[in-house]
């Protein structure tokens, strides 16, 4: 079992759907949560970051952390053509930010 | 835009051949982390430098190696080329070792032929 799986998709929505983004993980030691977002040919663009469990909101973007089921979410509202991207979530115990272990990764499309 | 700039964007080199790729960051962002994305799949861990001193190393053998500098630079060296090295290599910055999150480069595309 890997420390972090992700469904790698892909996921094809209309443009205006909501957006659900899962992960789950096995290392009950992940202290820091972390969503990027990585269009073609370009380096991942932190979206999220959160610490322990609950929720942060940032404009569309929801991200949920459920450490007791070891399960992570990323919510898109109102989804557009431009969020189609490929979306990583990752997580660290802390003490070494460096060290992210990461999914492999969903790639959405959003279609007009 | 996350001020950290990657060179090359591209590579190709042969099998046993040796590569060097480089990484500068913004000011102030004392730590820097590189991560080895294959096609497909998410970015793995490669090492971290914090104050041009490593701090901590991922399940990579020691032909990949690596320097930061004082200006905030930084560099990835990879002796005697595998094919299975072919990848995006990507460099990331913080501005210390625990608390804050990591910005990314857009990444050197490594070939390896």
């Known amino acids: 079992q890997k420390e972090v799986e992700q469904d790698p998709g892909p996921l094809s929505v209309p443009e205006g759907a909501i957006v659900s983004l899962n992960c789950t993980y096995s290392n009950s030691a992940f202290q820091y949560f972390m969503w990027y977002r990585q269009?073609?040919?370009?380096?991942?663009?932190?979206?999220?970051?959160?610490?322990?469990?609950?929720?942060?909101?940032?404009?569309?973007?929801?991200?949920?952390?459920?450490?007791?089921?070891?399960?992570?979410?990323?919510?898109?509202r109102d989804s557009q053509p431009s969020d189609s991207a490929t979306y990583l979530c990752a997580m660290s115990e802390g003490g070494s930010q460096g060290n992210l272990i990461f999914g492999k990764g969903t790639k959405l499309s959003v279609k007009p | 835009e996350t001020g950290v700039t990657?060179?090359?964007?591209?590579?190709?080199?042969?099998?046993?051949?040796?590569?060097?790729?480089?990484?500068?960051?913004?000011?102030?962002?004392?730590?820097?982390?590189?991560?080895?994305?294959?096609?497909?799949?998410?970015?793995?861990?490669?090492?971290?430098?914090?104050?041009?001193?490593?701090?901590?190393?991922?399940?990579?053998p020691p032909r990949f190696s690596g320097l930061q500098f004082p200006?905030?630079?930084?560099?990835?060296?990879?002796?005697?080329?595998?094919?299975?090295?072919?990848?995006?290599?990507?460099?990331?910055?913080?501005?210390?070792?625990?608390?804050?999150?990591?910005?990314?480069?857009?990444?050197?595309?490594l070939t390896v032929t």
């Open chain 1, 39 to 76: 269009y073609s040919r370009k380096g991942p663009e932190l979206l999220m970051y959160t610490y322990s469990s609950g929720n942060k909101e940032d404009g569309r973007f929801t991200a949920q952390v459920d450490k007791s089921s070891k399960y992570i979410s990323l919510f898109i």
């Open chain 2, 6 to 60: 990657q060179s090359p964007t591209h590579l190709i080199k042969t099998r046993g051949q040796q590569v060097t790729l480089r990484c500068s960051s913004q000011s102030g962002h004392n730590t820097v982390s590189w991560y080895q994305q294959a096609l497909g799949q998410g970015p793995q861990f490669i090492f971290q430098y914090y104050r041009e001193e490593e701090n901590g190393r991922g399940n990579f």
């Open chain 2, 71 to 109: 200006n905030y630079s930084s560099e990835l060296n990879v002796n005697a080329l595998e094919l299975d090295d072919s990848a995006l290599y990507l460099c990331a910055s913080s501005t210390d070792r625990y608390n804050s999150p990591l910005h990314f480069g857009n990444g050197t595309r």
